[in-house]
């Protein structure tokens, strides 16, 4: 387990490697970068959650679904009240950045993918549900962290977002058992092969536009990786565990609350002009260092499985 563990991550590494060999070749520039970024968001992960929940309708499997989106709405708020416990500093917006950061992880680009490649669709039809609470909880709680002010908290925007529009319509196809035709399942299905290339290649852009060895060397960053890709996963494991979460939903649940700080934390920071540098390092420095967090959890969640 642990050496498929490990050559899946291989897999996602070269990706990003790739991503960055690409943009010091100035093949991909900022422009491109944010092309491919919409992309992803607005067509590829939608489709790839569609495409998760095109299976007959299963009561275990809805009610898996149901204890998976309870689970991820625990764990958010839970790590929401130990970040403001834990994380501290004289500069309010530098303790945004950093418990934003500690927070909200990249469960849709980073975690979709690994979670497709070993699990499979039953891998994403849980990640979807972690999906989803991340979008209710960043446009909510996540901008009431960034900016202080609950105005900037729209519904709209909860609502209107790619991936909880696809999760709604999946939930649909899945309770109807609804026959897809392939005319249309055929391009979600040639869409959702560019869930792992292209997320990887575009984190690979962004750490070769980043000064990680600062981030290194800064205790308050590396105290809120430590949390998001270590501490808080590993809390969130073995409470499913008490609470006798087992199997794929275990495993599935675990990579999304193990994945890296979410990009959103820098457009935010920039957004609400908080510490933006050190925002932008910390993604970057995070999606490196869950090269070496994220094996070890997902071994330890598939032994527990």
């Not at 999906?131 to 519904?155: E, Q, R």
Request: glycine letters at 6%; aromatic letters at 8%; charged letters at 15%.
């Amino acid at each position: 387990m642990f050496l498929n563990v490990l050559t899946q991550v291989g897999v996602l590494i070269i990706l990003i490697l790739l991503g960055y060999l690409l943009s010091k070749l100035n093949i991909i520039n900022e422009v491109g970068a944010k092309c491919m970024t919409d992309l992803v968001l607005y067509a590829v992960t939608p489709c790839v959650i569609v495409v998760s929940f095109i299976r007959p309708f299963e009561k275990s499997m809805g009610r898996n679904l149901i204890i998976s989106t309870v689970s991820a709405i625990l764990a958010h708020a839970v790590f929401f009240a130990l970040s403001i416990l834990i994380l501290k500093s004289k500069d309010i917006k530098r303790e945004r950045v950093l418990r934003f950061a500690a927070v909200f992880g990249n469960c849709g680009f980073m975690a979709l993918p690994l979670q497709e490649a070993l699990l499979g669709e039953d891998g994403v039809f849980y990640g979807a549900s972690v999906v989803a609470v991340f979008n209710l909880f960043v446009w909510s709680f996540g901008i009431f962290l960034m900016s202080g002010d609950t105005k900037y908290v729209k519904p709209k925007a909860l609502v209107l977002s790619p991936s909880i529009i696809a999760i709604l319509i999946g939930i649909v196809i899945f309770l109807l058992s609804a026959d897809v035709p392939d005319i249309i399942k055929s391009p979600m299905k040639f869409m959702a092969g560019l869930n792992t290339p292209l997320p990887m290649i575009i984190i690979g852009y962004h750490l070769s536009k980043s000064d990680i060895l600062k981030g290194l060397k800064d205790k308050g960053a590396m105290l809120s990786s430590l949390l998001k890709l270590v501490v808080f996963p590993l809390l969130a494991l073995l409470a499913m565990y008490a609470c006798k979460i087992r199997g794929t939903m275990l495993v599935s649940i675990t990579i999304a609350l193990a994945s890296p700080a979410a990009a959103m934390t820098a457009m935010f920071s920039a957004k609400f002009k908080d510490d933006t540098a050190l925002a932008a390092t910390m993604v970057s420095m995070s999606h490196l260092l869950c090269i070496a967090s994220l094996p070890p959890l997902i071994y330890l969640a598939q032994l527990l499985a």
